[in-house]
């Protein structure tokens, strides 16, 4: 059965600590990773990865993915209360069912001023 | 600024009434997506269709939901009868995997559903 894992449930750091967000998978004929930042309203994109060992970055986020070990990691340096947010990580496969997402539970980031 | 837009935001209804929410994909996507996300099963998929071909209904409670695209521009999710169980927020979400190469949805704002 597919799925996606997150850790940790929930992190709580102060202004200006670097985080690890962490997201392993196991999806059959995998295609990609995306994540996802969630505040109070609908989830916003962040990235999607495809190769392994490319940095993905945008600011003060950045995500790789590792096809072998089946994980990625998403960091936020230098956080801001704004980074406040659930960050979801989901897999795609390839086939009939291209483009489904598989989410995982996310992980509740807050960050305390 | 294209946007998957959803309707109503909001909807509070008494159990055994009939629900039904819209949604409006982002004008060239043909995939469409519907999620229901609590805090108990966080975010659940629905039922998803490519150019409006039903692909996947396999996460919906078949006896009293039902998913249609009646034309490329509107979606709707239909619920009855409603019951308390259901009250979630479900969001639709739209995206084109099999033509633009990027898995990446996008999604509307959300109904919030709350039945009594």
């Known amino acids: 059965e597919d799925k996606v894992v997150q850790s940790p449930l929930s992190l709580v750091v102060h202004e200006g600590d670097t985080v690890t967000l962490n997201c392993s998978y196991e999806v059959t004929n995998f295609r990609s990773l995306l994540w996802y930042k969630q505040e109070k309203k609908a989830p916003t994109f962040l990235f999607m990865l495809t190769s392994s060992g490319i940095e993905k970055k945008s600011g003060r986020l950045s995500s790789i993915l590792d096809k072998k070990e089946l994980f990625s990691i998403l960091n936020i340096t230098a956080t801001q209360t704004g980074d406040s947010a659930v960050y979801l990580c989901?897999?795609?496969?390839?086939?009939?069912?291209?483009?489904?997402?598989?989410f995982g539970r996310g992980t509740q980031l807050t960050v305390w001023p | 600024d294209a946007r998957v837009t959803q309707t109503p935001r909001h909807k509070v209804t008494e159990m055994g009434q009939e629900v039904t929410m819209r949604c409006q994909p982002i004008?060239?996507?043909?995939?469409v997506f519907w999620y229901r996300q609590t805090m108990m099963q966080g975010l659940e998929l629905l039922a998803y269709?490519?150019?409006?071909?039903?692909?996947?209904d396999s996460g919906m409670p078949k006896d009293r939901f039902s998913a249609e695209m009646p034309d490329a521009t509107l979606a709707t999710l239909k619920i009855q009868p409603s019951e308390p169980r259901d009250s979630a927020v479900y969001f639709c979400?739209?995206?084109?995997?099999?033509?633009?190469?990027?898995?990446?949805?996008?999604f509307g704002p959300g109904t919030r559903l709350t039945v009594l």
């Open positions: 979400a739209s995206g084109s995997p099999d033509r633009d190469g990027t898995d990446t949805q996008y």
């Open positions: 269709f490519r150019n409006r071909a039903p692909l996947d």
């Open positions: 004008l060239g996507h043909n995939t």
């Open positions: 989901a897999a795609t496969h390839r086939g009939s069912t291209l483009g489904r997402l598989y």
